[in-house]
Structure formats: C-alpha cells, structure tokens
C-alpha cells in the first residue's frame, strides 16, 4: 500500500498536473522557512493574515493592480486590508516603496523606476468584496515596464495568482 502511494505522488509530480487549491498550498508553503518569514512580516505588515487571504498581481496594459482580499467574510480584516491599500496608494504615489521591501527583506525589482518616474504614475486605492485593490496607471512605456517587473516579482515571491477570481473585473 505504501509503495502504490509513493508511486501515486511520483506520479503527480511527474505529470505536472495542477497547482493545488491555496488552501493545500497553504499547507505546503509553510515547511518553507523563507515562504513562512515572507507571510510573518506581511502580516505584520498589512495586518491581515496572509495564509487565509488571496493576493492578486496582475500585469495590465497600462500598468496593473495588486488585489488583497480576505478569503471569508471578515469585516474587520476587510477595513484592514482597505486602510493598508489606500496607505500604500498614497505612499506609492510617493516613491515611497518601503513596505514592499519590509515585507520582502530586501529592494524590489522594480521599484527603483517606479520611484524615479513617480510623477508618471498614478495609484488609485478602490473597495473590493472582503478586500481592496491598488491600481497602477501610466502611460509611460519605461513605468509601465518597471511596473510589470515589479508585479511578476510580488506574484512569484507572494506564490499568488495573476487573475482575479472569475467573474470579477
């Protein structure tokens, strides 16, 4: 039976099948010591609880946004999480790309540009069901990339989605 089972997972791996649910990520994430510290100091951070909320990073043709929304009703992580995307909108806004870099433990890709062309870019902080988002517009071909750089950076070291849930726009 345990050879079957052994057998099984080989298998799964192997055939590069789908991710599992976030839930099971969850799970998995957290025997990753440097994935378990990026969660503590989100958290800590935006004030929510990482593993039982869902990141978004997604890339757009004029720039892009970052989604933070709570994974169950939860009316104060959702005013929360609402306070935290209009703070880093303004901060943004700035050149001020200190949290991100707090929450990551080093200088984000991207976010050098970003800072630097802060006058090209505009951050507008909205409302979500159980969250909020943070949308980055620009029309300058060089924000925009940077924007791009720093979003794929934030969606691979967050293991987030590039999509909003369907349905949602």
Same mark, same amino acid.
């Given at each position: 039976m345990r050879l079957v089972s052994i057998i099984a997972a080989i298998g799964v791996v192997a055939s590069g099948c789908s991710a599992p649910s976030s839930r099971s990520s969850a799970k998995v994430a957290t025997s990753d010591s440097a994935f378990r510290a990026l969660q503590n100091r989100g958290a800590q951070v935006m004030g929510v609880d990482q593993y039982t909320s869902a990141h978004v990073f997604?890339?757009?043709?004029?720039?892009?946004?970052?989604? &933070?929304?709570?994974?169950?009703?939860?009316?104060a992580g959702t005013s929360t999480i609402r306070a935290h995307m209009a703070d880093i909108a303004g901060r943004f806004g700035h050149g001020d790309f200190s949290l991100p870099g707090l929450v990551h433990a080093r200088a984000v890709p991207g976010t050098d540009v970003m800072a630097?062309?802060?006058? &090209?870019?505009?951050?507008?902080?909205?409302? &979500?069901?159980?969250?909020?988002?943070?949308?980055i517009i620009t029309t300058d071909s060089l924000a925009i990339a940077a924007v791009h750089e720093f979003l794929a950076f934030q969606r691979s070291d967050h293991r987030a989605a590039m999509r909003e849930h369907p349905g949602h726009q």
């Open positions: 997604e890339p757009l043709p004029d720039g892009g946004r970052i989604v &933070l929304q709570r994974e169950l009703d939860d009316s630097a062309r802060r006058s &090209l870019i505009r951050y507008v902080a909205d409302t &979500l069901p159980r969250g909020g988002e943070v949308r």
